[in-house]
């Protein structure tokens, strides 16, 4: 039982006092792919420990703990005892169930996100084919379009879109910074960490999880406004994105703007050139990233590993 607190403590713990905390932390900005990490790894172990949470109050009913037992070269019974929570046997099956049935939503969720996703690029894809040509002197596919507008299609055949009207309103640095930026996201498989995000949101909507695929979707932008300006001028980018401001991608691509609150700041991210992160404070936000992994396995294997200190199988074990 002492497990199952700990988990659901840790769960209640991680999706208020640690995401108000993250959310207004100064580093972020300075460090968006580190905070990124830092997002994913919250996200996903608040539905651990609520996951784990539901699998160590199940022990008890699994035909599996005897295995289990022999394996950690313990007693069955011994194991069983350490689990144990109140409500005996129905609970055990009730937090069994509930437990398969979260894994397999967040399963679920993810697997349709990514296929929803790629249904929506091949459609863009067609419609590419049909309207858009390859201008090999840019490395960037032209559609003829009045909207100024860039993405990036994800995929079997990654590429840059730009509109004709884009084109024209940009100017030469100013067009190589969009597509850098537009390449980073490609590099980075930003997609993939979107799609994650908003599937963990969908499988448990919850105001935490809604914060952080918000947070999530700013800070690839970011991230990718970076790698922009590590090859040009940062007010090139700054104004490149200023240019962009009014263009909507499609759906199942990555924009260069974003929306226009997360636009606005993040060009007076980059004018203001926010300074680098110390390596001190790099290495104590890791620590606390691993921190945050770890503490979830380590709260719900702890009953198994105290099962493992008792070198005999009493008639009658009582819960530590």
């Not at 884009?166 to 997609?191: G, K, P």
Request: hydrophobic share 55%; net charge positive; charged share 15%.
């Amino acid at each position: 039982m002492n497990a199952v607190l700990g988990l659901l403590v840790f769960a209640v713990a991680a999706s208020t006092v640690a995401v108000a905390a993250l959310r207004r932390a100064a580093w972020t900005h300075r460090a968006p792919r580190l905070a990124i990490a830092m997002w994913q790894a919250l996200s996903a172990s608040m539905l651990a420990s609520l996951i784990l949470a539901g699998a160590a109050m199940a022990v008890p009913a699994l035909p599996l703990t005897t295995d289990a037992a022999e394996l950690l070269h313990t007693c069955a019974m011994t194991l069983r005892a350490m689990y144990t929570s109140p409500g005996g046997a129905a609970a055990a099956i009730v937090a069994g169930a509930v437990t398969i049935g979260l894994t397999a939503r967040v399963t679920y969720c993810l697997v349709d996100e990514l296929l929803r996703a790629r249904s929506q690029r091949r459609r863009q894809e067609q419609t590419l084919a049909l309207v858009a040509h390859d201008d090999h002197r840019l490395g960037v596919t032209i559609v003829d379009h009045p909207d100024v507008a860039a993405y990036c299609m994800p995929g079997r055949r990654r590429r840059v879109v730009l509109t004709s009207a884009a084109v024209d309103a940009l100017d030469t640095s100013q067009r190589s910074a969009i597509v850098a930026h537009e390449l980073a996201h490609l590099r980075a498989r930003h997609h993939l960490v979107i799609a994650a995000a908003r599937a963990l949101h969908r499988a448990v909507p919850v105001p935490p999880l809604r914060v952080a695929a918000s947070e999530v979707i700013a800070l690839v932008e970011m991230a990718a406004d970076d790698a922009a300006a590590a090859r040009h001028d940062r007010f090139t980018v700054a104004g490149a994105l200023v240019r962009m401001a009014e263009m909507k991608a499609p759906a199942g691509a990555l924009g260069a703007a974003g929306s226009a609150t997360s636009l606005a700041r993040r060009v007076n991210r980059l004018v203001d050139d926010p300074a680098r992160m110390r390596p001190l404070t790099r290495g104590a936000v890791l620590l606390v990233l691993a921190g945050v992994l770890l503490v979830p396995l380590a709260l719900a294997a702890s009953p198994a590993y105290a099962a493992t200190a008792i070198d005999y199988c009493p008639v009658m074990v009582t819960p530590a």
